[in-house]
Every structure is written in C-alpha cells, then in structure tokens.
T-cell receptor, first 111, second 111 residues
Framework: DVKVTQSSRYLVKRTGEKVFLECVQDMDHENMFWYRQDPGLGLRLIYFSYDVKMKEKGDIPEGYSVSREKKERFSLILESASTNQTSMYLC??????????FGQGTRLTVV | SQQGEEDPQALSIQEGENATMNCSYKTSINNLQWYRQNSGRGLVHLILIRSNEREKHSGRLRVTLDTSKKSSSLLITASRAADTASYFCATDEASGSRLTFGEGTQLTVNP
C-alpha cells in the first residue's frame, strides 16, 4: 500500500515562529503537493514539486516556502507563522498523471 | 482561484436515491479525478477519467466528462448512509503537473 506520512497530526505554534511540516512518501512518486483546507474553501494549492529540487507556486504561496532535497520528502515551511495560517494542511503524492495519495493531515493552530 | 467548482455545495437525499454532483473547470486538462473525504480525514481517490474519455463506471459510481463544456458529473447510484462524505473533483492540468481541487460537495444520505 502507498503510504504518505505527515509528521504531526496536531500542532500548536506561536505567532512569529518558524514552522516545519514534513511529508514523506514511499512510492517513488515524482509529484508532491501541499494544500490547505479551510471550511467552505475546499483544498487550495500552496506549492507543488514535480521532481527533486523542483518546485512551483500554487494558488496561495504567500507566507510559505517548500523544500524537496530528496524524492521521498517534501517539507512545507511557514517562515513566520501568523494566526491566519491556522488551518488543516494536507500533503499528497502521485506518479505523473496519476491519482493522488494523501496523508492524514496536520491541523495547525497558530496562537 | 479555484480551477474546479462543484455544484451543489450541499446535497441531502434518502438512502436508495441517486446523487449527482457536478464539476466545472477552466483550463485544458489531461484528466479529471474525483475524491471522497470523510469528516476530518484525508482524501481518498474514487475514479479518474482521461480527457479522451466521455464516461467511466466503477461499481455504483458513474462519471461523465464533457471537455467542450469543461464539465464533469459524478453519479452515485442507490446511495447508502455510508456514502455520507464530502466529494471533490480535481483537474490534472495539461500545462504541467498541477492538480487543482474544487470546493467540494457535502453529501448527506439519510437512513
């Protein structure tokens, strides 16, 4: 079975902190994605990566950065956390053109 | 902005009835995918339809795709209470690896 693992299920951080959300997949997938999900807004794409060290901005990249140094790992970084970044964060991976496999999500609260 | 827009936002039906959800999108696609999300969980892939296909079936699911109208529909036949969930369409854009989701349809199936 494909497994996408997010490092934390729940996270509470303070305003201004640098926050790292980690995602690891075990299927040698080329594509990896970070989304945030808020009530009534569906899933919004933050960043995605189509290969190691390659990344592209999604629809809402402001306040975020990403890192993909190894194929299996895709990290989302909140440079200086703010309360409006309180959300559910979902990581996904897939083979090129295929279906996406999702992690269990990280519910981040910024206080 | 969201690539896919689902309609309706919410749907409530009785067990045994059929449920139809629609998705419209804006750009050229390689394929369109439908996902399901139970409350507070990650998304699970249901079905993928390629841009050169018009209809696809999987069990009680039927998906249609009209690329001229840039729209798709998901039909769940003989619905069950266990089908209660949020359903999302996602577009695999032809211009690259981007996978973009809509806002989802909340389906409630009453016993």
């Amino acid at each position: 079975d494909v497994k996408v693992t997010q490092s934390s299920r729940y996270l509470v951080k303070r305003t201004g902190e640098k926050v790292f959300l980690e995602c690891v997949q075990d299927m040698d997938h080329e594509n990896m994605f970070w989304y945030r999900q808020d009530p009534g807004l569906g899933l919004r794409l933050i960043y995605f990566s189509y290969d190691v060290k390659m990344k592209e901005k999604g629809d809402i990249p402001e306040g975020y950065s990403v890192s993909r140094e190894k194929k299996e790992r895709f990290s989302l970084i909140l440079e200086s956390a703010s309360t409006n970044q309180t959300s559910m964060y979902l990581c996904a991976s897939r083979a090129l053109g295929g279906q996406a496999f999702f992690g269990q999500g990280t519910r981040l609260t910024v206080v | 902005s969201q690539q896919g827009e689902e309609d309706p936002q919410a749907l409530s039906i009785q067990e045994g009835e059929n449920a139809t959800m629609n998705c419209s999108y804006k750009t050229s696609i390689n394929n369109l995918q439908w996902y399901r999300q139970n409350s507070g969980r990650g998304l699970v892939h249901l079905i993928l339809i390629r841009s050169n296909e018009r209809e696809k079936h999987s069990g009680r699911l039927r998906v249609t795709l009209d690329t001229s109208k840039k729209s798709s529909s998901l039909l769940i036949t003989a619905s069950r209470a266990a089908d209660t969930a949020s359903y999302f369409c996602a577009t695999d854009e032809a211009s690259g690896s981007r996978l973009t989701f809509g806002e989802g349809t909340q389906l409630t199936v009453n016993p």
